[in-house]
Each structure stands twice: as C-alpha cells, then as structure tokens.
C-alpha cells in the first residue's frame, strides 16, 4: 500500500491535484476505474494487480487524467480543441513513453508461450491467462453483401 500512496502523490503532484483516494477492491474482469461523482474522487485498483509497480503506475497516471479531464469540460464555443482521446494521451504519453504504455497494455503472456503479440484490448485478459474475447457485431448492423 505504501507504494501506491507514494505514486499516487507524486503523480497528484504533477497534474495539480489535492484530494484523491485510492481503494483497493477484488474484481474478475475490472484493472481500474474511478468514481468521479464521489468527493473526493475515488480511484478503484484490483487487488489482483498491485504486485507490479509498473502495471499500478500505469493505472494510476491513467485514472489521474480521466479525473483531470473530467474536471475541466471542453469548451462549446470559441476554439476548437483536441478531441477527449487525443488530450488524453497526449498526456499519458508525456509521463510514460508509447511503447511502455503498449507493453503494458499488451501484457497477456503470449510472449512466454511463444505466440503472437497480443493486441492492445486483451491488456485485461493478461490477468486471467484467457484470450481475450472474440469481437461481435453490433446489432443493427447489416451483413455485407457476398460476392
């Protein structure tokens, strides 16, 4: 615990931030999530997850800037400005490099097991040692045409 008290200030520090908790909860299928209608805001880890210093970093510096980024909404008028998910990692790219945050989310075990890289949505399934699900098609959605 003493370890994510320490990131978490460091990186409360960085972005500009005061009040900021951090549980630690044992979930299936979640890595992290924070609750911004609380105040403070709230930041969920899995319990499973916070062995590696690397992974809780990462959680936190990206749950961190959700909460930044929810704090000050885009403007509806006047200049245009970057999109949520460009703002977004234009910051998590300056705290962490892109190929780390890759790794990390790629992290699954493939590579121990002589497969493939895995792709960056199986980055939750690395912690259950299962593929990661197959995508479905949206409802509504008509079939192309064959031929």
Avoid: C
């Avoid at 929810?70 to 705290?95: C, E, T, W």
């Amino acid at each position: 615990m003493e370890k994510i008290e320490r990131i978490l200030e460091r990186y409360k520090t960085y972005l500009g931030m005061r009040d900021v908790v951090v549980e630690i909860r044992r979930y299936k299928t979640r890595d992290a999530f924070t609750n911004l209608t609380s105040s403070p805001p709230i930041i969920y880890l899995n319990e499973y997850l916070i062995d590696d210093e690397v992974v809780v970093e990462y959680l936190i510096i990206r749950e961190l800037i959700h909460i930044k980024l929810h704090m000050y909404p885009p403007m509806r008028y006047g200049v245009p400005s970057l999109s949520y998910a460009d703002k977004f990692n234009s910051i998590l790219n300056f705290f962490l490099p892109k190929e780390k945050v890759e790794e990390i989310r790629g992290k699954d075990g493939k590579a121990d097991r002589g497969e493939p890289e895995a792709s960056a949505t199986s980055f939750s399934s690395f912690l259950w040692g299962l593929p990661a699900p197959p995508r479905v098609a949206r409802l509504g959605r008509r079939a192309p045409p064959e031929g």
